[in-house]
């Protein structure tokens, strides 16, 4: 009989498999948890008013917009529940993760629940939550929350700079491929293939040709 072999729920479009009893693969693993840290990162950033454009004259009266960026407020109030604008507020939803895990595995909660105390345990039992079946919901949820809060502290979410050329047995890859942060290549989103020297050479003549 042969063993099952475990594809990826988070990825399972790719030929990735998870080890060690986990239903997320390496990539998306690491991933989930670059989310989590730069979530921490950026929602004490986030600011709570509005900037006022240069041009913006005072008027009289009361405004019909409010001062208050209702973005950054929803994302970072533990009360928020989903709202058709913004979804789900993000400090809000980490905390119900973390309360989550906390119950399922016995944990007490903090006397004060903070965005580090909640990250935290989201952290630390990482390797539990992607063996559970909601594994592949809870990273949904980070990946969304990422980019609305990444977006909300104004920081560009980057645009891919051509499609993978990785080829498989039964299929091409064809994802988006992102230039590495310190500019020595890029790095497709799907298989993770990394493109730098003459590799990248023949990836941007296939761009060409294409």
Known sequence: ?????????????NPKHATGGALVCFDCSN???????ELEDYLPTLPLIKARKTTER???????TPPL????????????AWDDTDGH????TLHSWARLVREDRGLEPPDTAT??????????QHQWIVCQPWADEYAHELRHLHGAVRAAAGDAVPRPVGRCIKVWPDRDCGGSVFELDDASGVKCASCGETYAGT????????????
């Open 1 to 13: 009989m042969s063993e099952h072999v475990q594809t990826c729920v988070v990825c399972p479009h």
């Open 31 to 37: 991933r989930i948890l670059r989310h989590l840290r």
């Open 58 to 64: 005072g008027s009289p009266g009361f405004r019909s």
């Open 69 to 80: 960026d209702l973005t950054a407020v929803h994302h970072t109030d533990w009360r928020s």
């Open 89 to 92: 507020g993000a400090i809000a």
């Open 115 to 124: 965005l580090t105390s909640e990250a935290g345990v989201l952290r630390t």
């Open 199 to 210: 590799s990248l050479i023949h990836l941007r003549l296939a761009q060409e040709a294409s």
